[in-house]
């Protein structure tokens, strides 16, 4: 596909809270509808899993482009929208198309370079994930064209109050006792850095990006009820298929089985009662002016 056709989206990869990302959709597609007053020949910016969804929430004939690192992914956005009856548009080296979508591999931390001039940018769940995620926001700002939009919705350091998802985030921050001394001790410091490092790039977002010549929209901490059979649920969710799937990775299942029991011991009926709790998100909202300031 060429980057350079009219109306042309493109994507960033996030992870899969499907239903929690079902109820932000509607919240985070509303903040830059009408907000996209791009040239016509600039490239739109989207989630790379958000395929389908992006192209059913435009249906102006706008062109999607979904980046994810995984192959894998990117095959099954397409798969997706080709079984939706989307048509895939085709790739960057064959021109401009008339299709609607199509995911590509790609590096969501390098938007500017693969697609300059974007209209829009748009990720949901994954900008915590990536490395200096606060240089990755401004160069998905640099990505846009004057007069693009971008909606972005991360989870923050301080996601709730008291809940089983700070509890799990506190027993994972805490050092590491010192009789531990071995490989997934040095692991475990490792990720204990990587807390510290998130919270130092949370204190400059959206200023770095803000000092691109855009402005702020909206910086809001969007909250929903997350609901569990039970809190066996969650530690499964989250260890197989969510933030501390990492962890369980690198660390080894000795060092998780030992983490559950101490994150279980606040649970009288684990595998019986029903959780429910309330994680903040936060929604960034950023506006390219259409002249340098």
């Not at 938007?111 to 915590?128: H, I, K, N, R, Y």
């Not at 855009?214 to 298929?241: N, Y």
């Not at 101490?262 to 649970?267: C, H, V, W």
């Amino acid at each position: 596909m060429d980057a350079t056709h009219p109306e042309t989206l493109l994507g960033a990869k996030a992870p899969c809270w499907v239903d929690t990302r079902t109820r932000l959709w509607p919240r985070q597609v509303y903040s830059i509808h009408g907000r996209m007053h791009s040239q016509a020949d600039e490239v739109q910016a989207f989630a790379g899993h958000e395929l389908l969804m992006l192209a059913e929430s435009f249906p102006d004939g706008r062109h999607i482009i979904g980046i994810d690192l995984a192959e894998g992914m990117v095959d099954l956005a397409n798969a997706r929208c080709a079984e939706a009856g989307i048509r895939l548009a085709a790739p960057r080296s064959h021109g401009p198309s008339s299709d609607r979508a199509r995911a590509v591999v790609g590096n969501a931390c390098d938007l500017e370079t693969q697609f300059p001039g974007a209209a829009g940018v748009f990720s949901l769940f994954g900008l915590q994930q990536l490395p200096d995620a606060h240089l990755a926001l401004a160069n998905w700002v640099r990505a846009l064209a004057p007069g693009g939009s971008l909606a972005v919705t991360f989870w923050p350091s301080d996601i709730e109050d008291k809940g089983p998802w700070q509890r799990l985030a506190d027993l994972t921050t805490n050092k590491p006792k010192a009789q531990a001394v071995s490989r997934q001790t040095v692991l475990a410091k490792l990720l204990v850095s990587h807390a510290a490092q998130k919270a130092s790039w949370e204190e400059q977002v959206p200023g770095v990006a803000l000092g691109l010549g855009a402005v702020l929209v909206a910086d809001e901490r969007p909250s929903f009820a997350m609901h569990w059979a039970c809190i066996q649920e969650f530690w499964q969710v989250m260890t197989k298929a969510g933030p501390w799937h990492a962890r369980s990775l690198q660390m080894g299942e000795d060092h998780m089985s030992a983490l559950k029991q101490d994150f279980l011991a606040e649970y009288t009926n684990s595998d019986t009662d029903s959780v429910v709790h309330h994680p903040r998100a936060r929604l960034i909202v950023i506006q390219k002016v259409k002249a340098a300031l």
